[in-house]
DNA sequence: CTCCCGCA
DNA sequence: TGCGGGAGG
């Protein structure tokens, strides 16, 4: 997913409460994708209510989305709009990858073998309008605000923290440093552990931010550049050149200016080039949100989760309790501060 | 993923 | 008090 550039960025360790009082955007797509896949029985089987409908992201938005409140982290969810067509390519091969995991899946737990079952479940999950509209009234009732992109969420976000509405954008992508955003944390989970893609494996992942800045001075680069380079390796509107990774892609780019120059050194074309570059240089993008931290509701809170969605009362009335409690003190502190 | 219980 | 592992809906 996205663009294979991350070899190239200057990641810096940094702990959850270095965001503390912070603005963090977060992509909802590549979220809501990781809850999805990763909230999952042993078989496979997402969470899901009495009427069969997925619950697993409920879950997880509410835990993490609580957690990074305690951490006095101020979040705001961006939501993607509409793709541009050049991306129809990715997307219908994500979409042709979960059809036949969903297929292998079916096979699996057919067979019984429960660890490829749960390996192709995994593979197979998708972020329908279901799902987002789900999450939206859910983030809503917990006063939490969240931005509808025009087009891509990740340029949405970056646009949010360029115009310092935002202090950073939150994805486990790098596709937003294309769009110009100026710092990207990644791995912000709660625990500190993320699951190995494929194996049945957890990992201590460190959360870590990436400036822009800071790369491109380490890369010698610019801006224009790094969007040159990423064409090269591939981004999700084009294909990428025959044998050329990051590093290569960074050699060729600095030897030759731009990515024409590159081209015509290798008498290769890129189809549609200017206008895979126009969507990271002027992406579309709107000024018309409201970034704005409410105070949850309980009672909506508990008839949404518990009521309509099946989960236990005990467990939501201690969830939206520490909601309410960390809320409260970030109420106090901006009160401090104003 | 995060929670939470059982166990050192 | 802190980890391991299963449950959660």
Redesign the pocket.
């Known amino acids: 997913m996205g663009t294979d550039i991350g070899d190239l960025l200057q990641k810096r360790k940094i702990e959850l409460t270095d965001l503390s009082n912070r603005v963090v955007a977060i992509d909802a797509f590549n979220t809501l994708h990781?809850?999805l896949s990763?909230?999952?029985?042993?078989d496979g089987?997402?969470?899901?209510?009495s009427s069969g409908k997925v619950?697993s992201h409920?879950?997880?938005l509410l835990?993490?989305t609580?957690?990074l409140i305690e951490a006095g982290i101020k979040p705001v969810f961006v939501f993607d709009g509409k793709p541009p067509d050049l991306k129809s390519e990715t997307l219908s091969r994500r979409k042709e990858v979960r059809e036949t995991s969903l297929e292998k899946w079916e096979n699996a737990k057919a067979e019984g073998d429960i660890e490829a079952a749960h390996k192709y479940a995994q593979a197979s999950s998708k972020v329908d309008q279901a799902i987002v509209e789900d999450s939206k009234y859910l983030l809503g009732i917990m006063g939490i605000p969240w931005t509808q992109a025009p087009c891509e969420g990740e340029a949405q976000a970056a646009h949010m923290v360029i115009k310092k509405d935002a202090d950073c954008v939150a994805s486990q992508d790098y596709d937003s440093f294309l769009f110009g955003a100026p710092s990207v944390v990644r791995n912000m989970?709660?625990?500190g552990?993320?699951?190995l893609p494929g194996k049945n494996v957890?990992v201590d992942?460190e959360l870590e931010r990436i400036d822009l800045d800071e790369t491109l001075g380490a890369l010698g680069v610019n801006l224009d550049q790094l969007i040159d380079i990423a064409i090269c390796v591939g981004t999700d509107y084009n294909k990428g050149l025959e044998k050329v990774g990051p590093k290569t892609a960074l050699k060729l780019i600095k030897k030759h200016g731009d990515i024409h120059a590159v081209l015509r050194e290798k008498g290769v074309e890129i189809e549609g080039l200017d206008n895979i570059k126009e969507l990271f240089t002027h992406p579309d993008v709107t000024d018309d949100y409201e970034i704005k931290w409410g105070k949850p509701d309980s009672e909506k809170l508990i008839n949404f989760l518990c009521e309509e969605?099946?989960?236990?009362v005990?467990?939501?009335e201690?969830?939206v309790e520490?909601l309410k409690a960390a809320s409260g003190a970030r109420q106090k502190t901006l009160d401090q501060w104003f």
Do not use: C, E, W
């Open positions: 990781q809850f990763i909230i999952r029985q042993r089987s997402p969470l899901v209510n619950t409920l879950s997880g835990y993490r609580a957690s989970t709660v625990t552990k993320r699951k957890y992942v969605n099946g989960f236990s005990d467990r939501m201690k969830a520490r």
